[in-house]
């Protein structure tokens, strides 16, 4: 009997792990901000590899099909010395072996399995299947069953998380003195045995009195254990995040944890020098605990904002500024309109903003480093300047995850679902502005990635705005309005440039047209091109090759659409500089008088935004009094048969 018994004892255990991994908790769904999501699996023995090994996830919806929607490869982990391995989301506390983007987990119901098998033998869209399969769980968050989805994987019950935002759950395994296998909810316990049992861990949690700091500055670093140290814990963390690194800063990173204590600080002060690196990111992260002392938290990001940022010789939006950027068309780069009307003059505006032949599509992603630059705050350097807000963000503030309080994205001017294009998965890849799409008139699906109208917006302004028409939408209310003319150009431009698109009157409900006509002439007519729109113009014509000619010839909007529509165009204030010209008008904006410095100038005559001459000046010293009420002007100076034209913002 003596002999049998440990016999008895190693079947029944060998039985109870008939898999090498099992599922040993769950929690698909943590309400309200789906970062805490994990799944722990567990060893048979402690500090296995699980290489050769990887979770697939079945989306169990009608869309879904019961097929894989994501595959995360276990090569080059191990489980601890529990033999548990917790994969799952940043917020998750003890902090994850291994993690996954936030929202990555479907709610339900759904499954997911442990194979023996390459993340190439389940592509997306894989239908669920026992072939090498170790263990598997067919779950929910009160679903109805998914009974084919349970044959598929041969399992017979289907789980169900009752976790809330107050009472969070987990579906949790358990395994009774007869080896029984049984589920159920309770309170998650990431990386610690389900019923209490096994290796004790010490999590350590990193903290710091603020996210953000100027270079310059000086903040503490404390790490604080869940119990007080049995013996000196000593550990190092690294701050080093892409440019940031040693040289930005002071302080040890090398510390410990006194036996009989549970907590250790240390002071940073961050290196304030002169060059303009830009805002920079330092991430705090441990590199050497060895368990049982574990992270509870990690990667805990800190922003350094640089002192050191530049501001543009020309004004925000709110605070416009004109004539300080010039336009870079090339010279005649519009002699082509001169004398045409109506269609004839659409269709050569089309020949030149859409040539197949010099004009490029980049992808949607390099429209990030396209807005970075062109939509670059004047009064900040590190900082975009959002349209509809009307204010300044981080360029570091780029949305990437689902949260997007604080964050900015890209903005359509003319939505997606209006226009009727959207992105292919080539769009995903920033290839860089020398490889491009060759694109023409019919290239509808560019329209997706064109510069020219797309902007750096609020995240959630975007999501507020969604696909509403300009007219429904006016803005967020309090606001100057300083991006009305902007969109309204942005858009009316991608109607000449994409066949397929048209700006009509009222709020059309027909894909690819987008209203209101009337609202956006008002638009364009009460908020002309300024120095920052022809700054952005500029830097997209470096990638596209292509122009917005409503910022550069503003009159042409009413010869398409507006008041002069079917008369003859004709660029009547030329832009044949002086030859070496230098001329200074200023102060601009000005309360009416102003003075000229440069180059001799025979004459000056005054226009109107619609091209309407005011005054003409012939005889003047250094200065002029104009007598104009406030607005935007349009000055040509002359000199014999030599003309430049400047802009003029009069308060």
Not at 82 to 111: H, M, R
Not at 249 to 275: F, K
Not at 465 to 488: C, E, I, K, M, W
Not at 612 to 641: M, Q, V
Request: aromatic fraction near 10%; charge should be negative; proline fraction near 4%.
């Amino acid at each position: 009997m003596k002999r049998i018994f440990p016999i008895l004892l190693f079947l029944m255990s060998y039985c109870g792990w008939s898999q090498v991994l099992v599922i040993n908790e769950f929690d698909p769904d943590s309400p309200s901000t789906d970062t805490a999501e994990f799944i722990e699996i567990k060893s048979q023995t402690p500090n296995f590899s699980t290489n050769g090994y990887i979770l697939v996830f079945f989306n169990g919806s009608t869309n879904g099909e019961d097929s894989s929607y994501l595959t995360i490869d276990l090569m080059g982990l191990e489980t601890d010395n529990n033999g548990l391995l917790v994969i799952g989301g940043a917020e998750v506390v003890p902090f994850p072996q291994l993690i996954i983007s936030e929202n990555s987990i479907q709610n339900g119901a759904d499954a997911v399995g442990i194979y023996q098998a390459n993340a190439s033998d389940f592509p997306g869209g894989t239908l669920a299947t026992q072939t090498n399969l170790i263990d598997a769980m067919v779950y929910g968050t009160n679903d109805t069953e998914d009974t084919v989805l349970l044959g598929l994987l041969g399992e017979t019950t289907q789980y169900n998380d009752n976790g809330t935002n107050s009472n969070p759950r987990s579906i949790q395994r358990f395994v009774d003195a007869m080896d029984n296998e049984s589920y159920s909810t309770a309170t998650p316990t990431p990386r610690r045995e389900n019923d209490g049992s096994g290796i004790a861990i010490n999590p350590i949690s990193i903290s710091v009195g603020a996210t953000q700091f100027d270079e310059g500055g000086s903040f503490d670093i404390t790490f604080t254990s869940e119990v007080n140290a049995s013996s000196d814990i000593n550990f190092t963390v690294s701050l080093d995040n892409f440019g940031f690194n040693s040289m930005d800063y002071s302080g040890s990173v090398s510390l410990t944890i006194p036996n009989g204590q549970n907590s250790t600080s240390t002071t940073i002060t961050l290196t304030d020098d002169a060059e303009d690196e830009g805002d920079e990111v330092m991430v705090i992260r441990f590199l050497d605990l060895i368990e049982p002392i574990v992270p509870s938290n990690n990667n805990v990001e800190v922003r350094v904002v640089d002192n050191d940022f530049t501001v543009a010789p020309w004004g925000t939006p709110v605070n416009p500024t004109v004539g300080n950027v010039q336009s870079t068309q090339p010279n005649g780069y519009y002699d082509s309109l001169d004398g045409l009307s109506d269609l004839a003059l659409r269709q050569a505006l089309q020949d030149i903003i859409a040539d197949p032949n010099t004009v490029r599509a980049q992808t949607y992603a390099d429209v990030i480093d396209i807005i970075l630059e062109a939509d670059q705050n004047p009064g900040n350097s590190n900082q975009v300047w959002l349209v509809y807000t009307e204010q300044g963000r981080a360029k570091l503030d780029l949305q990437t995850g689902s949260s997007n309080v604080g964050k900015w994205n890209r903005e359509h001017t003319y939505p997606r679902s209006r226009g009727g294009f959207n992105d292919i998965d080539s769009d995903d890849i920033a290839d860089g502005i020398d490889v491009f799409w060759t694109t023409e008139a019919d290239s509808l699906r560019h329209g997706n990635s064109d510069a020219h109208a797309l902007r750096a917006a609020d995240a959630a302004e975007n999501s507020a705005r969604g696909n509403q028409h300009y007219g429904q939408y006016t803005g967020p209310s309090g606001t100057l309005g300083s991006f009305r003319g902007d969109v309204a150009r942005s858009v009316l431009y991608m109607e000449i440039r994409y066949n397929g698109l048209e700006v009509v009157n009222g709020f059309p409900n027909s894909t690819g047209q987008l209203g209101d006509l009337a609202t956006l002439l008002d638009w364009h007519r009460n908020d002309p091109p300024d120095d920052f729109e022809m700054n952005r113009n500029n830097i997209v014509y470096t990638w596209q090759l292509n122009r917005n000619p409503f910022i550069d010839q503003p009159l042409l909007v009413e010869y398409i659409w507006g008041n002069n529509v079917g008369e003859v165009w004709s660029q009547s204030l030329s832009i044949d500089d002086f030859e070496q010209s230098e001329i200074t008008i200023y102060p601009n904006p000005t309360d009416g008088r102003i003075y000229l410095e440069g180059d001799k100038t025979e004459s000056m005559e005054v226009y109107s935004l619609e091209g309407k001459l005011l005054n003409r000046f012939t005889e003047f010293e250094n200065y002029i009094d104009l007598n104009l009420s406030s607005g935007l002007y349009i000055l040509k100076l002359l000199n014999g048969d030599k003309s430049i034209v400047k802009k003029l913002i009069v308060n």
